[in-house]
């Protein structure tokens, strides 16, 4: 188990490893020249020269990236272009809002998805479950950022129970909390049905129905703690779709966070903020497979045994 | 023939196959169908003040922002949605056909190096990896295409890469190599035609993926720039009017929705029938 923990941390490290190499080329190998994209248009050739030295622009390609890592390391995301202030400082002051928002829509996505999933496993072949299998499919077909225009039309334009964009009160999350949640529960609904399948045709939940047990217990004291276990993988994996999404309900919203931040910069071109959003989001999406791989065997003692 | 009999049989399947031919048929024929050019600003389109008008029995689905008519700019916009997606997922199937199949078949030093560029690949947020490449090549239809298939070829290739692990186990295989065969006799005549179902499973679904990302560059506005129509730069270019003229916003969305979810439920039944193991599962 511990050799197993070592190697999971070894090949997350190695994967950082990567991305940030990849980073690093798409920031300042591809682009003609990063210098005179930081200096902006109207800068004389002496004022790019300086850039390009206080960069290291004029180092060989390793040592740059040797420098860039170092960087990296301390927190250290570069300059934005138009913004003249440090990526790292402008990503962190937005990082909260960013996570409550993750938090309340993998809360809406969860809870709905394993409901759903439960519902049409019990109800297996009936109606019900068709419509569940429908309405998921559904839901994985929406664009979000049509979804999320549907939503402030309807609840915020129209009825006006919410308001249209903002942050600061419970009222401004539920919105872009349900656009997130609501589509990406579809997934979690054919997951969780599928184990639900699988589960309730065990031997041991026979055993419990032959006991006698009431079908509320068997369905969630026996059964579904047992199908929940590839919802903890799926949370793990699932982040960077979340971030993908976050970037367009952010934008959607006006919520303050890092997809907006990185929203914002698309419009300006300024490569460095989406480039650190992207190795934050990089970052999320990694520590959370690794942090799905950790909670598993504390929830199931059978991958504890392996 | 066998699997178009299947299809019929199951109602949302079949639902699909239908949207699906519509939207490619109109597409296809967007100049016989389309009542006016998608790019011709008319001043009828307009009322008085100068804003959008409403589905009218002239203007089937109303009038964008600039008296453009909707109905026409949907039609030439699934033109550019389904070329993008045909060209995208056919280039990221490709892509991750080849490498799938190299890393499951070749054990060693270049097998492994290329499943870990694929789990590499995983760490990055599509949408975001997109909106990088998207921003640093300045978005053409035919870029916003490659950008696409850059971004979803890895699903395929770890697909592929478990079925061929899968594969290269089986007797059939040893068999074939004890009597001599080569690596490109076994890869191609062998190994690939088993792979056919999966390139043809994620060929639809694929689909309804790169048209939702496609949307959703455009939407972010580093997809297809306008004037060019696409599903996701008419609501790009109207979203900000999208209170006092809700359809310019709805409707093509819902075409977007309805469009991925055919493909979607195309290739779903596809899985089911190319792959009876996996029926009435994820």
């Known amino acids: ?40 248009r109207s800068a004389t050739a002496q004022t790019v020269a300086n850039i390009r030295r206080e960069l290291g622009l004029d180092q060989p390609l390793l040592v740059q990236f040797w420098s860039y890592l170092q960087g990296l390391v301390q927190g250290d995301l ?71 225009l549907l939503l402030l039309y309807v609840f915020a334009v129209t009825l006006a129970w919410f308001p249209m964009s903002g942050f600061g009160s419970f009222a401004h999350v539920v919105l872009p909390a349900l656009t997130l949640g609501i589509l990406g529960a579809g997934w979690y609904a054919r997951m969780v049905r599928s184990a639900m399948i699988d589960v309730l045709n065990q031997d041991y939940v026979r055993t419990a129905r032959a006991k006698g047990l009431s079908s509320f217990r068997i369905i969630f004291r026996h059964a579904l703690p047992n199908a929940l276990l590839p919802v903890i993988a799926m949370i793990g994996i699932d982040i960077g779709q979340f971030m993908s999404g976050v970037v367009v ?58 | 023939m066998q699997v178009l009999k299947s299809m019929f049989r199951q109602p949302a399947a079949l639902f699909g196959l239908v949207v699906v031919a519509l939207v490619v048929m109109l597409a296809v024929a967007a100049p016989l169908v389309a009542p006016y050019s998608p790019d011709e600003q008319m001043f009828d389109g307009l009322t008085l003040e100068g804003a959008p008008l409403p589905p009218s029995a002239q203007f089937l689905l109303g ?91 890895v699903q395929v290739a770890r697909i592929v890469y478990t079925e061929t692990r899968g594969l290269v186990e089986r007797d059939f295989i040893l068999a074939e190599r004890s009597l001599g065969a080569g690596h490109g006799r076994i890869l191609f005549h062998h190994i690939l035609p088993h792979l056919v179902p999966t390139a043809i499973v994620w060929g639809t679904l694929g689909i309804a993926t790169t048209v939702l990302l496609e949307a959703t560059l455009s939407f972010l506005g580093i997809g297809v720039q306008p004037p060019t129509p696409s599903w996701g730069n008419i609501i790009f270019e109207s979203q900000s009017y999208f209170q ?39």
């Open chain 1, 1 to 40: 188990m511990a050799f197993l923990l070592l190697r999971r941390l070894v090949q997350t490290a190695l994967i950082m490893l990567g991305v940030a190499a990849i980073t690093f080329l798409l920031l300042y190998a591809l682009p003609a020249d990063p210098a005179r994209m930081i200096a902006g």
């Open chain 1, 249 to 306: 309900v952010e934008a959607v919203y006006g919520w303050p966070g890092i997809g907006q931040l990185a929203w914002q910069a698309i419009q300006q071109v300024d490569i460095p903020i989406i480039m650190g959003v992207t190795l934050v989001s990089a970052l999320a999406i990694v520590l959370g497979n690794l942090l799905a791989d950790l909670v598993a065997p504390l929830i199931d003692p059978r991958i504890r045994a392996r």
């Open chain 2, 244 to 282: 006092a003229a809700p359809w310019l916003v709805f409707i093509p969305g819902a075409v977007i929705l309805l469009t991925a979810l055919s493909f979607n439920l195309v290739g779903d039944a596809l899985r089911d029938i190319l792959d009876p193991t996996q029926r009435g599962r994820g």
């Open chain 1, 78 to 148: 570069g300059r934005s272009y138009a913004q003249k202030t440090d990526v790292g400082t402008l990503i962190a002051a937005r990082l909260p809002a960013t996570l409550i928002l993750m938090a309340a829509g993998i809360f809406v996505e969860v809870l709905l998805g394993v409901f759903l999933g439960v519902v049409a496993a019990i109800r297996r072949g009936g109606f019900v479950d068709r419509l569940v299998m429908m309405a998921s499919f559904v839901g994985v077909s929406a664009p979000q950022f049509v979804a999320a």
């Open chain 2, 63 to 153: 009038t964008d922002t600039l008296g453009r008519d909707l109905f026409s700019r949907l039609l030439y916009g699934a033109r550019t949605s389904l070329v993008i997606g045909l060209v995208a997922n056919g280039v990221a199937v490709s892509i991750g056909l080849m490498i799938g199949i190299l890393s499951g078949y070749m054990r060693g030093l270049i097998g492994s190096a290329l499943m870990r560029f694929t789990d590499l690949m995983m760490a990055f947020p599509a949408l975001l990896l997109a909106i990088v490449l998207a921003a640093l090549l300045r978005p053409s239809l035919w870029i916003v295409a490659m950008v696409i298939a850059l971004v979803n070829w």
